[in-house]
């Protein structure tokens, strides 16, 4: 419960628009998501992303991970 609450806001959102079930996805993939987390830190969209999650979605570095959870169906 505690990485959720370290989860770049970028990526939170990310995960929101995707309705991907966050504490879902730290149960199942918690090596990945920990991995995403600092993808998405130091990514340099980092700061352009949080707004327009639809567009960026498709320059998102972990948008492997995020079409990985989609299609497992972990939504919330």
């Given at each position: 419960?505690?990485?959720?609450?370290?989860?770049p806001?970028?990526?939170?959102?990310?995960?929101?628009?995707?309705?991907?079930?966050?504490?879902?996805?730290?149960?199942?993939?918690?090596?990945?998501m920990q991995?995403?987390?600092?993808?998405?830190?130091?990514?340099?969209?980092?700061h352009?992303?949080?707004?327009?999650?639809?567009s960026?979605?498709?320059?998102?570095?972990?948008?492997?991970l995020?079409?990985?959870?989609?299609?497992?169906?972990?939504?919330h």
């Amino acid at each position: 419960m505690c990485a959720q609450q370290t989860l770049p806001f970028p990526l939170h959102r990310m995960f929101e628009h995707l309705a991907v079930d966050i504490g879902r996805s730290f149960e199942l993939m918690p090596e990945k998501m920990q991995d995403a987390m600092q993808t998405c830190v130091v990514c340099d969209k980092f700061h352009m992303c949080d707004y327009n999650s639809e567009s960026r979605y498709f320059r998102c570095p972990n948008r492997g991970l995020l079409d990985e959870l989609e299609d497992m169906g972990i939504s919330h």
